[in-house]
């Protein structure tokens, strides 16, 4: 006889409390989940992203304002002929670092 047992709400609970809810031995629970993952009949997928889709692009449109913030500041100091830019030229790759890793780390 199969049953069926939906998800805790926490679905990170340990196997103590699954055993408790289901009245068998934290043994017993960790047998089932072992055969259950190593026959491929459970799943087990974390969320990478649960707050949906806008939080990447929230980050991605960040990382291009930074860029475009630091390429304004290359040309102020360029206009005003201040020519050290060290400090600007490494915030301005770190800016560009970022906004890459965001753009190739991003799935849509």
Do not use: K
């Amino acid at each position: 006889m199969a049953s069926r047992v939906s998800a805790p709400p926490n679905a990170r609970a340990p196997f103590s409390r699954i055993s408790e809810v289901l009245g068998v031995s934290d043994q017993t629970v960790a047998r089932r989940y072992t055969r259950l993952r190593s026959s491929g009949a459970l799943r087990v997928r974390g969320l990478t992203n649960p707050y949906g889709f806008a939080v990447p692009l929230i980050g991605i449109a960040a990382a291009a304002g930074l860029v475009v913030f630091f390429l304004c500041a290359v040309g102020a100091h360029l206009r005003a002929r201040y020519y050290r830019l060290g400090y600007v030229a490494m915030f301005l790759s770190l800016a560009v670092a970022t906004l890459t890793v965001t753009l190739a780390a991003w799935e849509p």
